[in-house]
């Protein structure tokens, strides 16, 4: 894991926690798995920033720093990777979905398409 500055939040939550979180609102969504597999399923209102495209790096670059981010994958690997960079680069407020879709999934949750 990134070291993180002292005025960044970083947080692995549950699918129910991670439910709570996304109700409450404020939360930019980002998903960082490939377009096919978004195509598949993903979480209402996400957006793709897919984590092996080329452009990753300077589409995470040009978020705001301060906005509170949620970030998951299929399984947390990629999406690990991705929250560190965000906290290296001074974001301030992330979470990331424990599990990725597959927990999402496996604790009775739908994913959306289209």
Known sequence: MAE?????????????????????????????RTPEEFAEGHLPGADL????????????????RSATYFVYCRSDNRSGQATALMADLGFESIYELEGGTVAWLASGRTLVTG
Request: aromatic fraction near 4%.
């Open 4 to 32: 993180l500055t002292s005025d960044a939040f970083l947080a692995l939550v549950d699918p129910a926690g991670a439910e709570a979180i996304l109700a409450s609102g404020g939360v930019e969504i980002i998903d960082v």
């Open 49 to 64: 920033i897919d984590i092996s495209a080329p452009d990753f790096v300077s589409r995470i670059e040009a978020l705001d």
